[in-house]
């Protein structure tokens, strides 16, 4: 039972790195749109694609929470313990990020839109750094239970690799949804905008990859090892084939599908990464049966998942599915122009 309530969790992160990661991404590409003016139009698509769900994909973090603190209190304890600085950095990234987008769209000063925006675009991108940050820590042995709290906990070569590949992977993810929704926006000229940015992105992630090699090599011997071998390398060489097709993908113009690639090479990533660490949470000092719960505690939170999955599950692939069929918020004519606001230049 403690190994499906890990698994579980393993899903839970996959999708949050994918569905949150979209939203990460196109905060990414916020940063980096330009000026007022040259980035008005990137950011009014950045907008209208994330305003209908961008709330909803935090539901998953939550539960990734819950599932440690609840199934795997000293997992949670050790992990908390030893990484509260990074953690507390992308807690505050995540309120900033959310508090920026909001107050940012009913802004109508310049001023204030570009401080809001800021707030936004900034935390999009010191958030998924940190997360990142954490589980390289954890990958590469630095938490075990009792560690105290210290930079080199997540301040290493692994740490700071893994926190890169999760900014360029969530900007790879952003670009690739914000080609097909500037297709379903009828923002033509924002889909080669994006589509040159998804395979840059892609690109940066291919790079970091390689980088990586070497670091984990002698930096997480244990995770290397199942990264190389096993089901742990099956799933990395299927993430590397869901990549690439994504990018053939994307030179064909078919958005749609390759919306499914780029996900599904995300989360074949983070499932690698789950087998390459089994049989523990912390390498290696923490397995799993160490780590789980009481046997009665394990067994309320596979009832509570299987009942959240039957009632939240439906909700959630119906909100996505109107969102992407664009049944959530329709396009105006203003808005594809990117209509200034009134005291827009005050």
């Known amino acids: 039972m403690a190994d499906l309530i890990a698994w579980v969790m393993v899903l839970a992160i996959a999708a949050y790195a994918c569905a949150g990661g979209t939203d990460y991404g196109a905060g990414f590409w916020d940063l980096v749109a330009g000026g007022a003016e040259r980035g008005k139009r990137p950011r009014w698509l950045i ?28 997992m949670f304890q050790a992990v908390f313990s030893a990484m509260w600085l ?16 909001a107050l940012r769209m009913p802004a109508r000063r310049l001023a204030q839109r570009r401080i809001y925006g800021a707030m936004f675009a900034v935390s999009s991108l010191l958030t998924p750094f940190f ?19 210290a930079a080199d906990a997540w301040a290493n070569g ?24 500037a297709r379903r926006f009828g923002a033509d000229d924002l889909v080669d905008y994006f589509r040159v940015r998804a395979l840059l992105a892609f690109a940066a992630v291919a790079v970091l990859a390689l980088i990586g090699l070497p670091v984990t090599h002698s930096d997480a011997r244990y995770v290397w090892g199942g990264l190389t071998g096993g089901l742990g390398l099956l799933l990395v060489l299927l993430a590397a084939v869901c990549g690439l097709a994504t990018v053939l993908l994307l030179l064909r113009r078919s958005f749609g599908w390759s919306r499914c690639t780029s996900v599904a090479s995300v989360a074949l990533t983070v499932g690698a990464w789950g087998f390459a660490q089994r049989p523990y949470v912390l390498p290696t000092s923490l397995t799993v049966a160490e780590a789980a719960g009481a046997a009665h505690t394990l067994r309320w939170l596979v009832i509570v ?32 122009g990117a209509a200034g606001a009134p005291g827009d230049n005050l």
Do not use: K, Q
Not at 86 to 101: D, S
Not at 158 to 181: I, K, M, N, Q, R
């Open 86 to 101: 990074p953690l507390a950095l992308a807690a505050i990234g995540l309120v900033l990020r959310g508090a920026g987008f």
């Open 47 to 74: 907008d209208h694609a994330m305003a209908p769900v961008w709330e909803v994909n935090n539901v998953w973090l939550i539960f990734v929470l819950v599932i440690m603190w609840t199934g795997f209190p000293t």
């Open 131 to 149: 997360l990142g940050a954490v589980l390289g820590g954890i990958a590469s042995g630095r938490v075990e239970v009792g560690t105290t709290a």
């Open 158 to 181: 692994t740490s700071v690799l893994a926190g890169l590949l999760a900014v360029a992977a969530t900007a790879f993810l952003g670009a690739v949804f914000l080609c097909s929704d």
């Open 305 to 336: 998942t299987v009942v959240a999955i039957v009632l939240v599950g439906p909700a959630v692939v119906l909100l996505y599915r109107l969102d992407t069929m664009g049944e959530l918020e329709e396009l105006t004519d203003a808005g594809t």
